[in-house]
């Protein structure tokens, strides 16, 4: 299978994720939802302990360490920077995992991903910044054995954003090409497998926004009293750029998706 290298919008993601503002901000997974959400796509997906999983996009790797400390899982991460590869290597660790989990450094089309060997996936936050869609999925469908699952979530969008606010949201947010919980839908029956539940998570999503929020207070007063180096302008636009995202999500036209399907037998 040839796929494309263009990676732009995935490593500026990635390499914004890696920041360490970023950790502070969002945590360690990253995502909207946090491991909460993460536990209830396992079980969705009916990922069961002992399961072989692949977790796509995996980051400083706390999904990963979750599936194998909560669940008992094998998994495996492919991640884009290689030091997010050392912190979740070093997170396995800490959390008693190392021999239930395997990371890796590259990009998600180019992983030597054994055909049929995984139970499940999980993409969590990933799709969304990946230039071939259909590609990358068809490679997952191809890693998971027949009966196995994926379970993704990811940032949903619904019509054209903003012209003021796209250009920052495709980095700042990574949602550059988000599409619709519909269209992922789609995406992920066209490659063969069998959509088995798709989940609509606003609040999800507008509580992920609100503890930003809140976060960037904190900020705030930091900045103004000298006791963080951040411009207060910065801050300023940080927050504008929240309540318009925010806005966004009110009106639905920005939310957070689940989808869950299976390999057929």
């Given at each position: 299978m040839t796929l494309p290298n263009d990676l732009d919008l995935a490593g500026c993601c990635s390499a914004a994720y890696s920041h360490p503002a970023a950790r502070w901000l969002l945590g360690d997974s990253y995502h909207p939802g946090g491991l909460a959400l993460t536990s209830r796509l396992v079980e969705l997906a009916g990922i069961e302990g002992g399961a072989r999983v692949l977790d796509l996009g995996c980051g400083r790797g706390a999904s990963s360490v979750h599936l194998a400390k909560s669940f008992g899982c094998h998994v495996v991460g492919v991640t884009l920077e290689t030091d997010l590869v050392e912190a979740a290597r070093a997170q396995a660790r800490e959390s008693g995992v190392e021999q239930r989990t395997t990371f890796i450094q590259g990009d998600l089309y180019h992983a030597s991903l054994e055909p049929g060997s995984f139970d499940a996936a999980i993409m969590e936050c990933v799709l969304s910044i990946l230039p071939d869609k259909e590609g990358a999925l068809r490679l997952v469908a191809e890693t998971l054995r027949p009966g196995g699952r994926l379970g993704l979530t990811d940032v949903t969008v619904e019509g054209p954003l903003p012209p003021e606010l796209h250009g920052i949201l495709a980095v700042a947010g990574c949602v550059g090409d988000a599409k619709s919980l519909e269209e992922y839908r789609?995406?992920?029956?066209?490659?063969g497998l069998v959509v088995e539940h798709?989940?609509?998570l606003q609040t999800v999503a507008a509580q992920f926004l609100k503890g930003l929020r809140d976060k960037l207070l904190i900020a705030e007063i930091g900045a103004k009293l000298g006791k963080l180096?951040?411009?207060?302008s910065l801050?300023?636009?940080?927050?504008?750029?929240?309540?318009?995202?925010?806005?966004?999500?009110t009106q639905g036209a920005l939310?957070?998706?689940?989808?869950?399907?299976?390999k057929p037998a």
């Open positions: 789609d995406l992920v029956s066209g490659t798709t989940e609509d180096p951040i411009e207060p801050v300023d636009r940080a927050k504008d750029l929240l309540r318009k995202t925010l806005d966004l999500v939310s957070y998706g689940l989808v869950v399907a299976r």
